[in-house]
């Protein structure tokens, strides 16, 4: 039997959530993603979420090697996520779909023995009063197009999806889904409350990439040419 506590508390609006430890991989806000879910722990974290709302804390171990973590082998700072869908597999895994929603900190662990389950404090998105916000979002729009003409690997429409976006922090975290950034890095970029700043990293990051991609091309280029 899991726990079935209410999901805020009344005095400060914590949650208290399922927590399900990835290795490999920082879920951000907006993000879709599948997974697929071996461990007991993990399992019984997914279980316990799906009786209570669906609602669990995604939050990435130091070390993807570690096999049995514990609270000190996992980041602090998570996604709350929603489970879109369930599916238990024959071989005894759980196919998975979530789909982030908002950033929390963990603020205490309370309970460890049959999976992980956290007290986290969700962080609101902070409100963007830079008056030069829109020209930064179509700045690095516009770079990002120019990146994604050099790397055949991002399909095209993807484009049109992120030239729709208006919220800064939105266009922040679907862009680092695209890119091909370091995990460490990823980390920092979901501890980082500030969208404008976030935006800031990923456009010299794509600014970097593009510089190597140009090199790249004109090196094929010479090539081809002998």
Known sequence: MFFNKDKKDTDGGSEHLA????RDLVVFPYMVVPLIVGRKMSINALEDAAENDKRILLATQHS???EDPE???IYSFGTIAN???M???PDGTVKVL???KERAKITAFTETETHFRVEVAPIPEMAETDPNITEVMANIKALFEEYVKLNKSI???MLLSISSIENPSRLADTLVAQLNIKLDER??????GDPLQRIATLQKFIQSEIEILQVEKKIKRRVRKQ
Do not use: F, Y
């Open 19 to 22: 927590l399900l430890p990835l």
């Open 64 to 66: 993807a090697a570690t």
């Open 71 to 73: 609270a000190d082998d």
């Open 83 to 85: 489970i879109i869908q």
């Open 87 to 89: 599916l238990r597999l």
């Open 98 to 100: 979530v789909e982030g």
């Open 155 to 157: 399909p095209p429409e």
């Open 187 to 192: 980390q920092k970029l979901l501890e980082q």
